[in-house]
């Protein structure tokens, strides 16, 4: 009877130490290449010195900011004060989107580009935008829409990066306007394309780049990265970007807790796979130097 005592208090010390294990993290900077201050955000309950915050709390160090409309995006680039203060480069994107009855119209009203013109000649108090999108593609159709070529030939012109949340039919269609363009592919695929077919998107355009907010398949259940995508991310270590996509205010609500998710992926890599994906990758493609360290955010 002591014995089996014995044993199971040893059982439980053992569960109790397995269970006290730390996750695996990640801690480095992280660049999000795929965030939204829209105006249900700035206008509600996430103001600049929230949403600052979250971004400082999580270690994002720079960000791709689009937002609809334009002004999120403006209104995070006027913050230089306090994003300086928080150590967060500002990236701005024009997004596409004056209202939500663009996102369906988009690619065949010629007054989206004109808007594009527009704000591309204006900048931002962050600088000169750097970016196109993100745009939806609900028919990959429609990327053969007038409105859709004439801006992908003016960021392969511009030399803007574009973010498109498209399938991968789209990809092609989109690329064959612009074929030098750089490509950020939103989520890498919402809709799951296989893993075999995104190695060989990247296979057949060099310049497309993948971001992995909300890409089915890319963790298992434990929050670890799949044997697939773990093997893709460690063959392309240089095509992946790390993004949030806050495009409700749930997400804001959830920022810290999604970083920290993919935190604990990168930590499944090697350590400089990880920083190049987390940081390096969208640093080098918008000219970005090695983050200073920041000041903290908690009192």
Known sequence: M???????????????????????????????????YNEEAYGGPHPLADVIGRMQRSGVRAIVANSRPNDGTKALADAREAMRAAGITVVPFVRLYRNRADYGGWPHDASIVEMVNRELAAGTAAGPYRGLGEFHLYDSGNANGPTAKRLMQLAQEKELAVLAHVDDAAIDLLMAHAPNARLIWAHTGIGGAPVERVR??????PKLMGELSYRPGLTEGNGGLSA?????????????LVGSDTWVNGRWSDYE??????????????????????????????????????????P
């Open 2 to 36: 002591l014995r089996r005592s014995v044993l199971a208090a040893a059982l439980l010390l053992a569960a109790g130490g397995a269970f006290a294990q730390p996750a695996p993290r990640y801690d480095g900077p992280l660049f999000d290449a795929h965030l939204h």
């Open 200 to 205: 060989a998107l990247l296979l057949r355009y």
């Open 257 to 298: 807790a999604l970083m920290a998710q993919a935190r604990r992926w990168l930590a499944d890599l090697p350590p400089a796979t990880a920083q190049r994906i987390a940081w390096g990758n969208g640093a080098q493609l918008f000219g970005l130097p090695s983050p200073a360290p920041a000041a903290s955010a908690r």
């Open 228 to 240: 697939a995508w773990k093997a893709l991310l460690s063959e392309f270590p240089e095509r992946f």
